[in-house]
């Protein structure tokens, strides 16, 4: 009610009062103007629109708030949810570089190992060429050896066949069987 008075009050103090003539007849357009604003607010105010008004907008001001909450909370998750993962990102980070030392490592040790493979290998394979050197040596010795036992004999054939008469031949051989014969019995 008290808006109300208020409304009046200040048609009252309204420019229409500061013209001349009467102000009360259906022949002043301000005066039907005023009647009609009043039966207007006075629809409005009898079928409670400020109250709706004011119960939508509080309604709107509830969802706002609702969805600021959400929201809030959505934030909090969405921090909760990246902290989690760059936790994760570390520790996935700690892992790679523990795999990647530990590759460096088994690679060095392969390097070493490989490297003392190459050592041995050539270590064997330097025995092995000086056993065929070896080898090449004593079947060298052996054909020289052969060789000149085959001309020792030739020569000392020829020598004994220039120098030897039959008797002397006759006689060592009769020799020859003699001592075979005493060897065998």
Do not use: W
Not at 12 to 40: D, E, K, M, Q, R
Not at 84 to 93: I, L
Not at 126 to 140: D, G, K, L, T
Not at 152 to 165: E, F, L, P, Y
Request: net charge negative; proline share 1%.
């Amino acid at each position: 009610m008290t808006r109300l008075s208020v409304f009046l009050l200040s048609l009252i103090a309204s420019p229409a009062f500061a013209a001349g003539g009467s102000f009360f007849t259906l022949y002043n357009t301000n005066f039907v103007v005023s009647i009609a604003f009043i039966c207007f607010v006075a629809v409005i105010l009898y079928l409670g629109v400020p109250k709706m008004l004011a119960n939508m907008l509080d309604a709107r001001a509830d969802t706002i708030k609702a969805e600021l909450n959400e929201a809030k909370s959505l934030r909090d998750e969405a921090k909760a949810l990246l902290a989690s993962y760059e936790k994760k990102q570390k520790d996935v980070q700690v892992q790679a570089d523990r795999i990647i030392n530990a590759a460096k490592t088994e690679a060095a040790a392969a390097a070493d190992q490989a490297k003392a493979d190459i050592v041995s290998s050539v270590a064997r394979r330097i025995a092995a060429a000086e056993e065929q050197i070896r080898s090449a040596e004593a079947s060298a010795v052996k054909e020289v050896r052969d060789q000149a036992i085959v001309i020792a004999i030739g020569a000392a054939r020829d020598i004994i066949s220039n120098q030897m008469t039959i008797a002397d031949g006759d006689a060592l051989i009769d020799d020859a069987i003699l001592q075979v014969d005493k060897k065998f019995h």
